[in-house]
């Protein structure tokens, strides 16, 4: 991502405020919406600085880049929102049920959660990432004496995905590529091998 670009951020929970926060501290534009409008997120623009602006829906999808932090069952409600064609969309949900509490499992059949939403933002371009992490750990510094802390990510779109890897080196962290939307996606999701996974990358040399 080429500096002082513009990020979108869908949702405002505790995910989307982690990501912000990492964004608009390494010199990114941010505009952060979510469903009930501009007005409910001023505390939270304030708390995130100048860089952050409180925006509808409809134009925190406009950036190149968006990051999906909207609970999963809130996502067939964005097919219509934006043209998704061509946009990057860093998809950090998981496939529960329901929220606040989360809990149970949507059933998306066959397909990987990430799968699942890609077919509802047509032509988007979709990385995972994110979702294998609480959000204490996203919010946190990601460089520590032990080493930084892994974000794995997946998808299908080599482009996307590096641009989603510089973005995520670009904020301090270990980013590790699981490879497409299929078995990296499986790997990550809820109930997968490397879900709720909390693991630090030392470097050597």
Known sequence: MAAQS?????????????????????????????????????????????????????????????????????????????????KIVVDTTNQFAAANPWRGRYDVGDLTGSEWVAQRLPGARIVKAFNSLFAAFIAADPQHEEGRQVVFYAGDDADAKAAVAGLLDEFGFAALDLGGLREGGRLMQLDGALSAKHLLLMDVG
């Open 6 to 86: 513009t990020i979108g951020i869908l949702g405002a929970g505790e995910i989307g405020r982690a990501v912000a926060d990492k964004a608009v501290r390494h010199g990114h534009e941010v505009l952060i919406g979510n469903s009930r409008g501009p007005e409910t997120l001023k505390a939270v623009v304030e708390q995130l600085g100048p860089k952050a602006h409180a925006v509808t829906a409809e134009e925190a999808t406009q950036p190149e880049l968006v990051f999906l932090a909207v609970p999963f069952s809130a996502v067939p409600d964005l097919t219509g929102l934006a043209d998704w064609s061509g």
